[in-house]
């Protein structure tokens, strides 16, 4: 049989790891306690052994990526009658080959060790495989995405004593991008449910214990590695505070640290990037708010040193008090809001995960893009009528005529015309990425916030096929169905406000793409037309374009062609 082989748990708030070095490939005869990978926390680089001997069929990560706690890292056909290890022992990396020898995690090796030795306990007589008996089946969190460690529990679905079903719903879990329901892969009774809505569970948390007799081993008993990281962080808590206050700095240094305002710097796309540098010097990092990945090192290969660190941060803290820009995006300070209280009554409410996350994207792209935004106005009279004349058609077929369905197949063609506005900037790489593909994504007003679902390959439907999927998505967001690949991939944005109010707005190009068309409220106005004046339904157009890459006479452009795609829908057929 084919087993994976999963990060473990690394401890508490440690929720991915760098693989530095993969040390096994595929066809390769896989022991017991052989060492599959080197990998790099920010506290120690550690070699992760397999708990089980096969042979490789499949290795997931290489050299210089980030793997997830609970991801796979391997493939591995095993013996039918090999006695798996357990949860407990799989998730104990090998602490005491710990590359760095710092003095915290010699402590820490220390304390690993002695933890382990005392907290060993007799493992609970194993049951034979496949028999029809009672076992015991942990339910983790699974993964959830690249880059998405956690979830937060927005509902619990069943109760200890339900019994559930193979593929049965039991939690709905709220990321950083989308609503998901959960289902268990196996069948039946919930003994006990470990955590409560409202709380946040990292990817490989147990939830839920379910008893059933499907032939699944039971899960061997004793202290879990997360209690027993948390006794060795305690102990190293109390053994190395003391050793912290007692960092030797220069005592103009330590006055540049101390008025220095606490710097958040716009990210980059650094996920893939192992930055040479021990882990003390990353927690000395943290320590004085640097991003360590935009420090250069001056050591061998461009290791970066403690004095490495105490440079930039003397060198940002001078551009942070002249205004200027760091590493290629903004940097600035802090601001401490006041107490509101002082003045009356207040309610404070945490901002939901989708919330948190659209106010970090939006920030980023506004402080990153250098935003430009054209106006115009379209004259849809005759489009309007044609939409009524053909409406109960689209209906029919199970979707719902709109300017914003016509929009999509507009917009797809204009993109064709103006392959730039089909793009994303690299400016690390210096590079521009032209797209081949034509996928739009729509914003959905929802009570949760705003959702951007992606209607994908637009140039190759017509405007019934792209009403009908608008309204599914549509719908989808709003019932807190939508999957994290319905709003990924996405090549321009369509936000159309129409429905609301309104003339004219600035929407944020949704980054990494590079415009966004912005649609306000259609009216009646008077329109000088040979010689007198004639009512006509005029529609506002807001677009935001990106002009590190679309120039200003592209950007006036891109907007004619669709305002004259709208008026003549036959340059659709002509030019589209």
């Known amino acids: 049989m084919i087993v994976d082989f999963r990060l473990p748990h690394l401890g508490d708030n440690i929720h991915s790891a760098d693989v530095i070095k993969v040390l096994v490939k595929e066809g390769d005869q896989l022991k ?24 490789v069929k499949e290795v997931f990560v290489k050299d210089g990526t980030k793997a997830n706690v609970g991801e796979p890292l391997i493939s591995v056909e095993v013996s039918e009658t090999q006695d798996v290890k357990s949860e407990k022992q799989a998730s104990q990396p090998d602490i005491e080959k710990v590359k760095d020898q710092s003095s915290t995690d010699e402590i820490k090796n220390n304390s690993y060790e002695k933890l382990t030795t005392d907290n060993q306990q007799p493992a609970p007589p194993k049951q034979e495989r496949g028999k029809q008996t009672t076992n015991i089946f942990e339910f983790k969190i699974p993964m959830l995405g690249e880059k998405i460690p956690t979830a937060q529990i927005t509902k619990i679905l069943v109760k200890p004593g339900d019994n559930v079903e193979t593929d049965q719903i039991v939690l709905e879990i709220e990321t950083d991008k989308a609503t998901v ?57 109390k053994s190395v505070t003391p050793q912290l206050t007692t960092i030797n700095l220069q005592p103009t240094t330590i006055k540049e640290h101390t008025h220095m305002p606490q710097v958040i710097s716009i990210p980059k796309d650094i996920s893939k990037v192992v930055v040479p540098a021990a882990p003390s010097v990353r927690r000395f990092a943290r320590e004085i708010g640097v991003d360590i990945h935009q420090v250069r090192g001056s050591g061998v290969s461009g290791r970066i040193s403690i004095d490495d660190v105490k440079s930039f941060a003397k060198a940002l803290n001078q551009k942070l008090q002249q205004g200027g820009i760091i590493g290629g995006g903004l940097a600035f300070t802090k601001e401490t809001l006041p107490d509101f209280s ?51 058609n689209v209906e029919a077929a199970g979707g719902k005529l709109t300017v914003t369905g016509v929009l999509l197949k507009v917009i797809a063609s204009a993109l064709k015309v103006f392959p730039q506005f089909n793009s994303s900037v690299d400016m690390e790489k210096s590079e521009v990425v032209y797209k081949k593909y034509f996928n739009i994504g729509v914003a959905v007003d929802t009570d949760r916030g705003l959702l951007v679902p992606v209607v994908r390959d637009v140039d190759k439907k017509n405007i019934t096929q792209l009403s009908i999927e608008l309204a599914e998505i549509s719908k989808k967001a709003r019932d807190k169905k939508l999957s994290l690949e319905d709003m990924q991939g996405g090549c321009f944005t369509i936000s159309n406000l129409g429905g609301i109010g309104g003339t004219y707005f600035t929407p944020i190009v949704n980054s990494p793409e590079v415009a966004i068309l912005g649609v306000s409220k259609s009216s009646y106005e008077p329109v000088y037309i040979e010689g007198k004046f004639e009512p006509r339904l005029m529609m506002p157009l807001s677009l935001s374009y990106d002009h590190r890459i679309i120039d200003g006479a592209d950007g006036v452009r891109f907007l004619r062609w669709i305002v004259n795609a709208l008026e003549n829908p036959f340059l659709l057929s002509l030019e589209g």
Do not use: C
């Open 32 to 55: 017991l306690d052989q060492v599959v990978v080197e990998i790099e926390t920010d506290k120690a680089t550690v070699e992760v052994p397999s708990d089980i001997s096969g042979t």
């Open 342 to 392: 002082k003045w009356g009554e207040i309610d404070k409410q945490p901002m939901s995960n989708i919330r948190r996350k659209t106010a970090e994207h939006l920030s980023y792209a506004w402080a990153t893009i250098p935003h430009v935004t054209q106006f115009d106005k379209a004259d849809i009279t005759e489009l309007e009528n044609l939409r009524k004349q053909f409406g109960k």
């Open 181 to 237: 329901e959960v289902p268990t892969e196996v069948g039946g009774i919930v003994k006990e449910v470990k955590v409560k809505e409202g709380d946040k569970a990292a990817v490989g948390l147990v939830v839920l214990i379910i008893e059933t007799k499907e032939g699944i081993k039971n899960i061997e008993q004793g202290i879990s590695n997360v209690e027993l990281r948390k006794k060795v962080d305690e102990t190293i808590q």
